[in-house]
Nanobody, 125 residues
Framework: VQLQASGGGLVQAGGSLRLSCAASLRTFSSYTMGWFRQAPGKEREFVAAINWSGGSTYYADSVKGRFTISRDNAKNTVYLQMNSLKPEDTAVYYC???????????????????WGQGTEVTVSS
């Protein structure tokens, strides 16, 4: 199983980026997908998650209203559209997947079985 995250880069504050995560999961449409991030010297933190159908989405308070998670099950890909970026959004962003994670614990990184390699996002002030 591979999760390939891409789309990171350097952007000025107020700018936008779209991250993509392509998954080699046979039954991708059955998985809950999540995005997490880890800044230097900090713990990994939840960013957003989306259920198998795309009908339910979840966001950290820090990104609500600025970030949008979506998925295309035909392409085995999940996206994270990030707008109005702030310097505090600087981190390595990871996508994750799990079949069984419940909606009550989607923000718990330990509940996800599969992880991508991460893509770096740097927001300059």
């Amino acid at each position: 199983v591979q999760l390939q995250a891409s789309g990171g880069g350097l952007v000025q504050a107020g700018g936008s980026l779209r991250l993509s995560c392509a998954a080699s999961l046979r039954t991708f449409s059955s998985y809950t997908m999540g995005w997490f991030r880890q800044a230097p010297g900090k713990e990994r933190e939840f960013v957003a998650a989306i259920n198998w159908s795309g009908g339910s989405t979840y966001y950290a308070d820090s990104v609500k209203g600025r970030f949008t998670i979506s998925r295309d099950n035909a392409k085995n890909t999940v996206y994270l559209q990030m707008n109005s970026l702030k310097p505090e959004d600087t981190a390595v962003y990871y996508c994750a997947a799990d079949l069984l994670v419940r909606r009550t614990v989607v923000a718990d990184w330990s509940k996800y079985q599969y992880w991508g390699q991460g893509t770096e996002v740097t927001v300059s002030s």
